[in-house]
């Protein structure tokens, strides 16, 4: 971390770039209403997030930045979509197209949140880092991370709550790439603990359609209030 | 002579949580727990008095605790004088109490020997956390007891409204004591850095919600007159004569000692409007109360208002600095716990006698118990001369010392104080007014006249310990009331420790004199007075009344002429308590307690009785727990809400939480 990385180098350009361009896809899911689509923007999501894991390593010098790339790419561009595609054949739910919320309206929702995330993020980490970067990296992390809880909320289907989810995941990786001397272990760590949360989730579609013959979550809405 | 009584107070306090410990395993050896605890508790105000008399201070760490912070004890004249008090009538409830009436008492054995110990705690600690452990143990012990007839919806009920009392007091207390002292729990640290602006408010409303709440402030006194009756009698005797006086140390300690001499003079206007407030519906519903100790704990309510009093007058006049004003008031504050405290216990023990040998607490069941218990009856009288501020009885000593500093206190400030004490002075003096009546009440309609039901005229007499102790406290109420100079020397150095400023000068030898202007109280110039007239009276009527006397009919104040199957009257009809009390809740309690009376007379030709019922109800309680009671109601049906949210719902509120959260940052940000 010799050389300040400040705007106008090409490594800062760089990274703000691929960034900025999981912020744009992650816009891109939320007004997306066909399923396939989503899991193809997610795989695309999870290779720029490979990209600039591994442009951090470039910068940072760090060789296991490499490793956590690799792992993205193999995870999140690959195994999870290809695993998730077979589920959407297996339940037969190609042709189901969902109903979110309008474009016009998920969009200026986001906007309000990415705004909120650099008005709370700029400042805050105004004295603790004088490298520009990591706090815009630290911002877009955070607008990722809302935007994805925003897609849970505002989907039906559980299907695309989880790949909000996952996308959600993809922002906490970029921060933690981001951020020089981040141990390899907490990578690690957060990988695994997605494929696990897809294979939980995975064995709950199943359960959902062997009761319910549908992956509507509004059907277990309905279990809470029989209790009632 | 403090360094030596620290550690006796310690094992005291250990044997008496020994013998609850037996009295759990052995509820047979009841007479063991009530003995041992009578011993145990003697020679703790033994042990106070002279160490009250030898003054010093100790301090005593504990090796158990918090994680690295040992327990501290400290023993100091304002813990020793209550510590005084609490001994002695714990002394004499254990004896009372060793003629174990009823069976189902045998469930309280195990927590009355806890609840003295608990109470001692509270007084020896000197770190927040050994004062409320001693205070919710307390709490916890007496609770227990309330519920030893705990098959009767009444205790169950009445029990249920204690403990939440207590949660509230402790919620309240432990925010209170986490405010002092910059977060170290012992004292010295919060004495070192006492409280300012807000936080000083805070601490002061906290603190005065808290005990006030446990002491019976108005208008958190509800519990009283339901939770003393549902206890037994000689607990019922702690609760009000020692436990609530606990409540008081706390707020004396707490807003005297740790708050430090440099508090505002508003400090004392909380006090002082809970007081009077306390004082009048206290007083009021001591007249309406128709259990005998409901009677005793509505009585007690005014009394804690008194003492309430006197502390806000001592806070108001150490503002002005107006040094011998605030010893005069705080002195009256002291003594008043002292002697409110005697009598308070020695009248509930009579309360218990009467429930005991007329088998009922109901004023309309009871009457003539002098006839069958004269002991009973004299030590009753001897407590309601106590009770109603009679000269040269302990209350009246106590009282005109109150009276004294209030009608001294104008002169701490301008008009509007003035114009505000003068109606408190005239509140106080309503009080005491009604208090005296409702001694005479309960002692005319329960004791004098004629037996209103065959249990009361078959009453027996309590056995030789309970009359030990009743009269025993009678004893004290005498010295206490006729040597009221030599209470006020052993409360001085309290007052001394909280003031810095003595009573020097205001104590004489034979009576107290408040100021060179004012005239002062010589108790035993008083009663030799009043003995003098008594027996020039008696001579009088002995050399020139009619010789010999004959029986009359009774006079007929709604007592009808005997019926034919009835050859001595109908006992029913005579004067009773509702009916004594019925001028006072026309003229005050409509007002003040929403009292209404409603008659349903049959048509002539209709054979059924006619009635006259009457229907009271706290202020309190339309005011403010009705409604704490609907917002109870509506923050659990919120709460039971939210758990059948569904999944999108539960999530929505956690990210309109977390977004407003991160709102609130970039506003404090950009501020």
Redesign the interface.
């Known amino acids: 971390m010799g050389e300040r990385i400040a705007f106008g180098t090409l490594s800062y350009d760089m990274a703000h770039i691929l960034g900025g361009a999981m912020l744009v896809l992650s816009f891109a899911l939320l007004y997306q209403r066909r399923i396939g689509a989503i899991i193809k923007i997610y795989a695309l999501q999870g290779m720029v997030l490979a990209a600039a894991a591994g442009w951090q390593g470039y910068i940072q010098a760090s060789p296991h930045l490499y490793v956590t790339a690799i792992i993205a790419f193999a995870a999140k561009a690959v195994t999870i979509p290809i695993a998730l595609h077979w589920l959407v054949r297996r339940l037969n739910m190609q042709r189901e197209i969902e109903t979110a919320l309008g474009v016009f309206l998920s969009m200026i929702l986001g906007v309000g949140l990415v705004a909120l995330s650099f008005l709370v993020v700029m400042p805050t980490t105004l004295a603790a880092q004088a490298q520009p970067l990591p706090r815009e990296d630290l911002a877009v992390a955070l607008s990722m991370l809302l935007l994805g809880l925003l897609m849970m909320i505002t989907r039906r289907n559980a299907l695309t709550q989880v790949v909000g989810f996952l996308s959600l995941e993809n922002g906490l990786i970029l921060a933690a790439v981001g951020i020089a001397g981040m141990p390899l272990v907490v990578e690690l760590s957060s990988a695994f603990l997605v494929l696990v949360a897809f294979i939980v989730f995975g064995v709950f579609f199943f359960r959902i359609r062997d009761r319910f013959d549908s992956l509507d979550v509004r059907h277990l809405d309905h279990v809470g209030e029989t209790h009632r | 002579m403090s360094a030596l009584a620290l550690p006796l107070m310690l094992a005291i306090i250990l044997g008496l949580c020994g013998l609850g410990i037996v009295g759990a395993i052995r509820t047979r050896w009841a007479w063991l727990v009530h003995q041992g605890s009578a011993i145990l508790c003697s020679l703790g105000a033994l042990l106070s008095l002279i160490a009250l008399i030898l003054p010093g201070s100790a301090a005593l760490a504990l090796p158990i605790g918090l994680p690295g912070k040992a327990m501290q004890l400290a023993l100091d004249p304002l813990a020793l004088v209550f510590l005084l008090l609490l001994f002695v009538t714990a002394t004499a409830a254990s004896l009372f109490a060793l003629e174990q009436h009823a069976a189902e008492e045998a469930r309280a054995i195990p927590f009355f020997p806890v609840f003295i110990a608990a109470m001692a705690l509270t007084l020896l600690a000197a770190d927040a956390f050994t004062l409320l452990c001693g205070f919710e143990l307390m709490s916890l012990a007496s609770w227990a007891t309330i519920l030893y007839r705990h098959e009767e919806d009444r205790s169950r009920s009445a029990a249920l409204f204690y403990l939440g009392m207590a949660g509230f007091s402790a919620a309240c207390l432990i925010p209170a004591f986490a405010l002092l002292g910059g977060g170290a729990p012992d004292f010295a640290a919060m004495r070192a850095m006492p409280p300012e602006g807000w936080r000083a408010g805070f601490v002061l409303a906290l603190v005065v919600l808290g005990a006030g709440s446990k002491a019976g402030l108005a208008p958190l006194h509800l519990w009283l007159p339901l939770a003393h009756p549902a206890a037994p009698s000689h607990i019922s005797a702690l609760m009000s004569g020692a436990m609530t006086k606990v409540a008081l140390y706390v707020i004396v300690r707490v807003l005297f000692d740790l708050c430090g001499p440099a508090q505002p003079i508003w400090f004392g206007a909380p006090l002082l409007v809970m007081g009077a407030a306390s004082a009048v519906l206290g007083g009021l519903r001591a007249n309406m109360e128709s259990d005998l100790k409901a009677v005793l704990a509505a009585s007690t309510i005014e009394n804690v208002g008194f003492i309430a009093i006197g502390l806000g007058i001592a806070f108001l006049a150490r503002g002005a600095d107006l040094a011998p004003l605030a010893a005069l008031a705080l002195a009256g504050a002291l003594f008043h716990v002292m002697t409110h405290g005697v009598f308070k216990t020695l009248l509930f023990l009579g309360a218990g006698a009467a429930w005991h040998g007329g088998g009922s607490r109901m004023l309309q069941r009871l009457g003539g118990l002098v006839h069958r218990m004269p002991i009973t009856t004299a030590c009753m009288i001897a407590g309601c001369i106590g009770l109603a501020a009679l000269p040269p009885g302990p209350g009246f000593a106590s009282e005109w010392v109150l009276f004294q500093a209030i009608l001294a206190a104008p002169r701490i400030g301008g008009l509007a104080l003035q114009t505000s004490l003068t109606v408190l002075a005239v509140l106080m003096a309503m009080a005491t007014a009604l208090a005296a009546t409702a001694a005479i009440r309960l002692l005319g309609v329960a004791f004098l006249g004629r037996p209103r039901t065959p249990r009361a005229a078959g009453a027996q007499e309590v056995g030789f310990t309970a009359c030990a102790a009743m009269l025993g406290l009678v004893a004290l109420c005498a010295l206490m009331g006729l040597f009221p100079t030599a209470i006020l020397g052993l409360i001085e150095p309290a007052i001394r420790q909280m003031l810095r400023a003595g009573l020097s000068g205001q104590i004489g030898v034979v009576g107290i004199q408040p100021g060179a202007e004012v005239p002062g109280y010589a108790a035993l110039i008083i009663a030799s007075l009043l003995a003098a007239g008594g027996v020039a009276i008696a001579l009088v009527l002995r050399r020139w009344a009619v010789a010999g006397h004959r029986r009359g009919p009774a006079w007929a104040g709604g007592f009808a002429a005997p019926p034919a199957w009835l050859p001595f009257g109908d006992p029913a009809t005579q004067y009773g308590g509702a009916s004594f009390a019925q001028p006072l809740r026309r003229a005050l309690a409509t007002a003040v307690l929403a009292a209404r009376e409603e008659v349903d007379m049959p048509r002539p030709g209709d054979t059924r009785a006619g009635r006259l019922s009457v229907a009271l109800r706290d202020p309190a309680e339309p005011w403010l727990f009705a409604p704490i009671g609907r917002w109870r109601e509506k923050a659990t049906s919120l709460a039971d809400a939210m758990q059948?949210l569904?999944?999108?719902q539960t999530?929505?509120v956690?990210?309109a939480l977390?977004?407003l959260l991160?709102?609130g940052?970039?506003v404090m940000?950009?501020w």
Do not use: D, H, Q
């Open positions: 059948f569904t999944i999108r999530l929505s956690m990210f977390l977004v991160l709102a940052i970039a940000e950009a």
